[in-house]
Each structure stands twice: as structure tokens, then as C-alpha cells.
């Protein structure tokens, strides 16, 4: 099995700042692009930010400029930094990667993790 766990929300006051963090573990080959999506009450899940193996990525434009994605390639891990945080990010955080296992190739979602900003 693959299992991607979250870690580092919480609630913070509109301005401050929080750094997600992804791990991946299980039985790993590699892994392809990882990525945060968000779902906040009554939305549909939306895609935050993705990054390659190579280290591309590609942001939400409600984020361009306040949030960065990053990962380490030898720690399977991906993280978020979220800087000049809004109320209107608060939503729960999901982590996704597209992960060649023993399995094959899949996709798999973290369990999600609540990020609160208040005003």
C-alpha cells in the first residue's frame, strides 16, 4: 500500500503563514508530479499547486505569489508554504501524487488537513 499523510495546519490570523508537509511512504518505486488541492465548504475540490520530478510548477492564480510548492525527491515529501494567508483559504488541504509502486502506476490522496484563516 502507499499512504501520503499531511501535517502542519491549523488556524492563523489572516497576514500569517503555515507550511504544509506531505509524506509518502509505503511500497515506492517513484514518483511523478505531487500536488495540494483544496475543498472549502460547499466548493469543489480545486487544484493549489503541482510540481514535477524535475521541479516545475504551476499555481492557481488566487495563490501566484503567496504560496510556494516544494518537495525532496530522497524524502518521498512535498511541501507547501503558505505566506499573506486570506480567509478565503481556509478550506481542508489534500495532498495527491501520481506514485509507481509494486502495485503499478496510481493516484493517491492524503487524508486532507484543515486550514483555518481567520479575519
Known amino acids: 500500500q502507499v499512504y501520503l499523510v499531511e501535517s502542519g495546519g491549523g488556524l492563523v490570523q489572516a497576514g500569517g503563514s503555515l507550511r504544509l508537509s506531505c509524506a509518502a511512504s509505503?511500497?515506492?518505486?517513484?514518483?511523478?508530479?505531487m500536488g495540494w488541492y483544496r475543498q472549502a465548504p460547499e466548493k469543489q475540490r480545486e487544484l493549489v499547486a503541482v510540481?514535477?520530478?524535475?521541479?516545475?510548477?504551476n499555481y492557481t492564480d488566487s495563490v501566484k505569489g503567496r504560496f510556494t510548492i516544494s518537495r525532496d525527491n530522497a524524502k518521498n515529501t512535498v511541501y507547501l508554504q503558505m505566506n499573506s494567508l486570506k480567509p478565503e483559504d481556509t478550506a481542508v488541504y489534500f495532498c495527491?501524487?501520481?506514485?509507481?509502486?509494486?502495485?503499478?502506476?496510481?493516484?493517491?490522496w492524503g487524508q486532507g488537513i484543515q486550514v483555518t484563516v481567520s479575519s
Open positions: 510540481i514535477t520530478t524535475g521541479g516545475s510548477t
Open positions: 495527491n501524487a501520481g506514485v509507481v509502486s509494486v502495485y503499478g502506476f496510481g493516484r493517491y
Open positions: 509505503g511500497s515506492i518505486f517513484s514518483i511523478n508530479d
